[in-house]
């Protein structure tokens, strides 16, 4: 099954203590909100790197991502949402969290975690590589000596 990421999930995986840091917020200028762009930009990333190995199919919707990636989808976009607070130090475990879900995304770029098909499969954007398979036999000129070329010398 496929899954929208929205700000309520981002939002649930918060602790309360970081919610009112950001909630305070002094910025500059009004940036806006700026979790439905983080989201998105997370989305097409994600489906990217799944679009990445050959075999994965895409669902038809641009906005759902496998809901067994909704996990480390959010540690990333937490931690995206928390390094623009000003003044907050998310914490080691936060940054931690960060990283492993960015080591997962980069196996399933390499094809080592594949996601399950989604119910409205598109063939992947990405053509596939034309490697040369086989063996390419590769012979030497042919001999130069030998009696019947040397015309009985």
């Not at 969290?97 to 975690?113: G, M």
Request: with cysteine; glycine share 8%.
């Amino acid at each position: 099954m496929w899954i929208p990421l929205t700000e309520a999930d981002l939002l649930s995986s918060l602790t309360e203590s970081e919610r009112d840091g950001f909630g305070r917020t002094d910025a500059p200028e009004d940036p806006g909100d700026r979790v439905p762009q983080l989201l998105g930009d997370l989305v097409a990333e994600i489906r990217g790197q799944i679009a990445t190995c050959t075999q994965n199919s895409l669902s038809a919707d641009t906005t759902l991502i496998p809901q067994s990636m909704r996990a480390n989808a959010l540690a990333i976009a937490r931690w995206r949402l928390l390094i623009t607070v000003p003044s907050y130090q998310p914490g080691d475990a936060r940054k931690l969290e960060y990283e492993n879900a960015v080591k997962y995304f980069a196996q399933v770029a390499l094809c080592k975690i594949r996601p399950e098909p989604p119910d409205d499969a598109v063939p992947n954007p990405v053509p596939e590589e034309t490697a040369q398979h086989g063996v390419q036999v590769v012979s030497g000129p042919g001999l130069r000596t030998g009696r019947q070329r040397m015309n009985g010398l």
